[in-house]
């Protein structure tokens, strides 16, 4: 079968051509060492963690109360059909990158370029957002020992507080420093080798799994069914409970689930990408869905949902049932499982600099491979040391909405990518297929999957947009402020330095 190859210009579109990205999943130096179980391993590691351990209780407490559960199912069916959208793009082009190369392929370098930043929010702020919760989980487990750390170090500059008026932020002289430090320990151990840091996932998956059940296990003896009661409780204004907060609710925890993403960024050091991603894409879906589902019903049974509005609500749970022993196993869990979190999105993060980088869109240093480990070591220590600084001044609300924006529309860029290579590349191979079918409109095929996942994905965006704007318009402009200030650098590196580099336009020239 000939293969068909898009071309570099059309309609003034720089694009990617199927050849050419084939020729990328076969000349890196990247090592492939990963099969299907460690890629499920992957993909389990970093959706279990800041989701169940760390935004399940600031979403009850903030927006949806006990049905926090409904607003799990209503993210899950988002990033279940972009999943499914995912799995079909990763058996079809097996690249580094992810959504970032999907949408070179299909919808030009300036949407692939805006893809790639959005997916810094992705995975780089995600890091950091678990790197505070492990901070909260690592800090209370100290107390249990008669160890307490002084709140200056495990406090970000930025704090947020809810109040009868909504979020208030306020500033001091304080700095995350454990965070920034969890972050730092995961960046050093990428550079000694995928292999090495997949080796101690997979033990730390199984670690952080183990407990989860046990606090299901346990927990559900301590349930109080009065807590769920009303269990959408009665809207306050705004977002804030009734059925905007589920919404809302749904819209935060949203990233929780994109570790199936980190995944795809695996392509290019799996043994058999076309058929352990689809594999290691929804296999990890589907484990995290139901064990999502099982910790947010006991934790919002066992303590009030008001109280959960902290960085480790499941150590409010715990020592709410009054057994210290099973209080330090949680959090020592919590504290370990965590770990895992920041390796896995890290290395999500670092993985897709490296596709940026080699396509001229950013400098050679974050594309450059370490002879001795076969990673981007130089790009890991950069992005590394830029994400410990979030982690050390930013709280969890801002962190989380800046990571859920960035999720859904990248989560949108893979949707569409999969309708535009269906009609534009009908021939090209494709293991796994999405299911559900579609319809032709004048000809233009037009999935039911990528549809609804698109759908859903705006679903995710509208409240969160509005929640931030109506914040901005009542004074605190913070997340406005950081969200246009982001959007301005990477507009600004993308005119000043990738498109002026980038590689494919100086082929077209």
């Not at 050390?392 to 609300?397: C, E, F, K, S, Y």
Request: glycine share 10%.
């Amino acid at each position: 079968m000939n293969d068909v190859v898009i071309p570099r210009r059309s309609g003034g579109v720089t694009r990617k051509s199927f050849d050419e990205l084939r020729h990328d999943s076969q000349s890196h130096s990247l090592n492939r060492t990963l099969g299907t179980a460690q890629l499920v391993f992957f993909g389990v590691g970093c959706i279990i963690g800041s989701g169940i351990f760390v935004l399940t209780g600031n979403a009850a407490a903030s927006f949806a109360g006990p049905a926090v559960l409904i607003s799990f199912v209503l993210a899950g069916l988002a990033c279940g059909f972009a999943a499914l959208c995912y799995a079909e793009l990763a058996s079809t082009v097996p690249v580094p990158g992810s959504a970032y190369s999907y949408a070179y392929a299909a919808l030009g370098e300036e949407a692939a370029w805006t893809t790639g930043w959005l997916m810094v929010l992705e995975y780089g702020i995600a890091t950091a957002l678990v790197a505070v919760g492990f901070s909260g989980y690592f800090t209370s487990l100290l107390h249990d020992f008669g160890i307490a750390l002084p709140a200056s170090l495990t406090t970000p500059f930025v704090t947020s507080t809810s109040t009868a008026a909504g979020v208030v932020f306020s500033t001091g002289p304080r700095v995350n420093t454990v965070a920034a430090a969890g972050v730092l320990l995961a960046a050093a151990l990428l550079t000694r080798g995928v292999a090495l840091s997949a080796a101690i996932n997979s033990v730390i998956v199984v670690v952080k799994v183990g407990v989860l059940l046990l606090f299901v296990g346990i927990g559900v003896w301590w349930v109080e069914p009065a807590n769920w009661t009303p269990f959408v409780p009665p809207n306050e204004g705004g977002f804030t409970y009734g059925w905007p907060g589920v919404v809302r609710a749904a819209s935060m925890i949203f990233f929780a689930y994109v570790g199936f993403e980190t995944v795809s960024t695996a392509a290019a050091e799996a043994r058999d990408p076309q058929r352990s991603l689809p594999i290691g894409i929804l296999g990890a879906m589907l484990i995290c869905t139901v064990l999502y589902m099982a910790v947010a019903a006991v934790l919002t049974g066992i303590v009030p949902f008001r109280q959960l509005g902290v960085p480790d609500p499941i150590a409010v749970a715990v020592n709410a049932m009054k057994l210290p022993w099973f209080a330090i196993v949680v959090k020592l869990g919590a504290v370990i499982g965590l770990c895992s979190v920041m390796l896995t999105s890290l290395y999500g993060q670092t993985r897709v600099f490296y596709a940026i980088s080699h396509d001229g869109l950013l400098p050679a240093t974050f594309g450059r491979v370490d002879p001795r480990s076969r990673t981007p070591r130089s790009g890991t220590i950069i992005v590394g040391i830029a994400v410990a600084l979030a982690a050390a001044l930013l709280p969890i609300t801002v962190l989380s909405d800046l990571v859920s924006l960035g999720t859904a529309f990248s989560f949108i860029m893979v949707c569409t990518s999969v309708i535009w290579l269906r009609n534009t590349q009908p021939q090209l191979p494709r293991p796994f297929r999405v299911p559900l079918g579609g319809i032709r409109i004048r000809g233009t095929w037009i999935g039911t999957t990528p549809l609804l996942g698109i759908l859903f994905c705006v679903l995710m965006i509208v409240p969160l947009v509005l929640d931030v704007s109506s914040k901005a318009l009542h004074g605190n402009t913070l997340p406005a402020c950081l969200l246009a200030g982001y959007a301005a650098i990477g507009a600004a590196i993308y005119l000043g330095y990738g498109r002026r580099h980038s590689f494919i336009r100086r082929k077209g020239s």
